[in-house]
């Protein structure tokens, strides 16, 4: 399959190299060529498979310059850091309403399923085409990302990675996750300002043509780790696929019923995957949004109008403080009928006037529908939802879970619906506690694990708890001007 841009299908690239780059010259970001279609033997086939085999399986449909067999053993490798209960469970907990649990994984967030197997696709890719040049991965992270991304690539060989954060934007142990992360080519620096400061200076970084001039002479390429990257995207579809397929096979919808998805979004990389799900022919009846206070995404579906020119919060659910949702120009590029002029002249204007404007109309006749939650009703969710299910939800879960609530309450939909948990309680496990508790306790974040462990049913995972015994290696803190000098230093580059 090939893949182009969306701000000029002119380019046309192959799946490898779409992973390999990250992002297009033109500053687009890479999308299918067109979109596979799952069949009904292909559900067969995908029924009698375990996760590893299922995402290869989908993977395959859109690169097939890898064999089924060379997908297989990296989604095999990649997965097998999950703990017993796999990579994408989904958890019933009431009648027709489903957790997708994505935060098995070694940091404990849904962009593990991406980013343990992202390395294993580059290093495939840059061999299927050619590569041989060092790979810097440079990372904007709005808490989630940095670490997943750091514990996929540490000690890859021919990669190096750059984390960047928001210095007072993430809770407190996604920031321990980070500083203490140990690996020979790993870096971790903390950024003045908000996750769109430092996304914004990272993607200069990315199309700057001196850096771009140095790190060649020095036979470095740089990739990204974040959404923006195909290769992120592509393993984030099979879990909407699998969660499908699960429903059916344990006989809780009949295969071809419609269910609906709730996604909690910051980037728009997870919905997305879902997006494409559907594209692919996974029987979809609504896709929602769930935004937090940051609710730029919720009031576009709303209303046809994206406008960043607003205050920015910071929330509980921090992994979705985010104003410039990268991702969002995939799906723009879908709704306006793969219209590329039309996807470069709204980013233009986004540029230019921190705005753009969509006829309302196309948005009505998708299957999207957007809600939102402020810091109240986040923490009432995860309240309500220990009371009823005896299940403890993290802050970015409960931002689906209330507008879930809403959506059902006033339309009385009773389709199947699938939440999707994008991460464990215990990495925000203080704001967890007080919400079950209707508490406001400040204390340790270790102690809130504790807490949380003696309240709730789940054990807190060990790569939590070990967090406390790590040295920090990671100390820097500096303004987003500076990050171009950070990244030649680090990639000992001389000027
Ligand atoms: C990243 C993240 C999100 C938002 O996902 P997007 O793909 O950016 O929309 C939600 N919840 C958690 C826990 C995350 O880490």
């Known amino acids: 399959m090939k893949f182009i841009s969306t701000r000029n299908k002119n380019i046309v690239v192959s799946g490898a190299q779409a992973i390999a780059y990250g992002i297009s010259e033109d500053g687009g970001l890479f999308v299918p060529a067109e979109f596979p279609v799952l069949r009904d033997d292909d559900f067969i086939k995908l029924e009698e498979m375990d996760y590893p085999e299922r995402a290869a399986y989908v993977l395959n449909k859109y690169l097939d310059e890898f064999s089924f067999s060379e997908l297989k053993d990296m989604c095999q490798k990649a997965y097998s850091s999950f703990d017993e209960e796999g990579p994408a469970p989904v958890s019933k907990i009431d009648d027709s309403l489903y957790l997708l649990e994505l935060w098995h994984g070694p940091t404990c967030a849904f962009k593990d399923l991406a980013l343990q197997l992202l390395p294993y696709l580059l290093v495939e890719s840059k061999k299927k085409i050619g590569l041989s040049e060092e790979t810097l991965i440079l990372v ?162 709303n209303t046809g109008e994206y406008d960043i020119k607003r205050q920015f919060y910071k929330t509980i659910s921090p992994s979705m403080d985010i104003l410039i949702s ?60 220990f009371d009823l299910y005896d299940y403890a939800l993290d802050t970015h879960t409960a931002v689906a879970a209330s507008v879930h609530t809403d959506y059902a309450t006033e339309t009385g939909d009773n389709t199947p619906c699938v939440i999707v948990s994008t991460a464990s309680p215990y990495k925000f496990p203080l704001d967890v506690y007080n919400a079950i508790n209707g508490t406001d306790k400040k204390m340790d974040a270790f102690k809130a694990v504790n807490l949380l462990e003696m309240t709730i049913a789940l054990d807190a995972p060990e790569n939590i708890k070990n967090l406390k015994e790590q040295k920090v290696i990671h100390g820097d803190i500096i303004e987003p001007a500076d990050i171009k000098k950070k990244v030649l230093e680090f990639a000992n580059v001389q000027r």
Do not use: C, H
Not at 206 to 219: A, H, M, P, Q, W
């Open 326 to 385: 990268s991702n969002l120009e995939r799906f723009i590029f879908e709704i306006v009928g793969r219209d590329d002029e039309k996807v470069r002249e709204l980013y233009l204007n986004l540029k230019e006037n921190g705005v753009f404007k969509l006829d309302k109309k196309l948005l009505d006749e998708s299957i999207f529908l957007a809600g939102w939650a402020d810091e109240e009703e986040t923490k009432e969710a995860i309240a309500s939802y």
């Open 140 to 301: 904007a992270t709005s808490g989630d990302t940095g670490k997943a991304a750091l514990e996929g690539f540490k000690d890859v060989e021919g990669t190096k990675i750059m984390v960047f954060y928001p210095a007072d934007g993430v809770s407190n142990m996604q920031r321990l996750q980070m500083v203490t992360q140990k690996g020979g080519n790993v870096k971790v620096i903390g950024i003045k300002g908000n996750f769109d400061d430092a996304q914004s200076a990272v993607k200069k970084v990315f199309t700057d043509e001196s850096v771009i001039e140095l790190l060649k002479n020095s036979g470095i390429t740089m990739s990204s780790a974040n959404s923006i990257n195909f290769g992120r995207l592509a393993p984030q579809i099979a879990y909407y696929v699998s969660s499908y397929v699960d429903l059916v096979s344990s006989g809780e919808i009949k295969k071809g019923d419609k269910i609906n998805f709730v996604v909690p979004t910051g980037n728009f990389g997870n919905i997305l995957a879902a997006y494409y799900a559907f594209k692919m022919g996974i029987p979809i009846n609504k896709l929602i949004v769930a935004s937090n206070s940051n609710k730029i995404l919720s009031d576009f579906f």
